[in-house]
Each structure stands twice: as C-alpha cells, then as structure tokens.
C-alpha cells in the first residue's frame, strides 16, 4: 500500500526557516518524481518542487526559486523540503506527492498524495 507521511509543519515568522519531512513506503519512493505541491486557502493546488529518483535533477515553481530546496535520502525513503526566507505568501497546507512521470510538475501529474502539512507564516 501506497503511503506518505509528512511532518514538520508549522506556524513561523517571516523570515523564518523550516524543514518538512516525508516518509514514503519503498515502493512509491522509486518512482521517477517525487514532488511537494501545496494549497493555500481558498486557492487551487500547486506546484512547488520536485526531485527526480537520483535526486540529480530538480524543478521549482519561480515563486519558491532560491528560498526552497527539495532533497532526498534515498535509504532511509524520505523526501525533505527545506524552506529559508518564508513569506505570509508561502502559508498553506504542504502535500508530499508522487508521480510517474519524469517530467511531473502539475498537481495531476502526482497520483499519491500524503495527508498534509500545515504551515503558517505570520508578518
């Protein structure tokens, strides 16, 4: 069974850092893409960054592009996200997802999804 378990989430100042964590069973972390989308209230899902298998190759959405870095640790079967410089912009509810595509950067790109984070960004 597919599963995917986020972590770290929470409510910080702008400015702040933080570091989400997912979990994900081995055979959802061999996929070619793994990806962190988020969805902010009253708005559409989206895409933030993604990570393909060897973790040589990354993609960001331009509005996270030098404050977020996605990473993984492939033996241990845990995809990060580090968060530096947080604006009251980047509040929403994170979403660690996989997809089986090598060029995955839409929300219907991703076919299992974790149950979420919450992160807050206060001005």
Not at 51 to 77: M, P, Q
Not at 85 to 111: H, Q
């Amino acid at each position: 069974q597919v599963q995917l378990v986020e972590s770290g989430g929470g409510v910080v100042q702008a400015g702040d850092s933080l570091r989400l964590s997912c979990a994900a069973s081995g055979r959802t972390f061999s996929g070619p893409t793994m990806g962190w989308l988020r969805q902010a209230p009253g708005k559409e899902r989206e895409f933030v960054a993604a990570i393909s298998r060897s973790g040589h190759i990354t993609k960001y959405a331009d509005s996270v592009k030098g404050r977020f870095t996605i990473s993984r640790e492939n033996a241990k079967n845990i995809l990060y996200l580090q968060m530096n410089s947080l604006k009251p912009e980047d509040t929403a509810v994170y979403y660690c997802a996989a997809s089986n595509r090598y060029d995955a950067t839409w929300p219907a790109d991703f076919g299992s999804w974790g149950q979420g984070t919450q992160v807050t960004v206060s001005s």
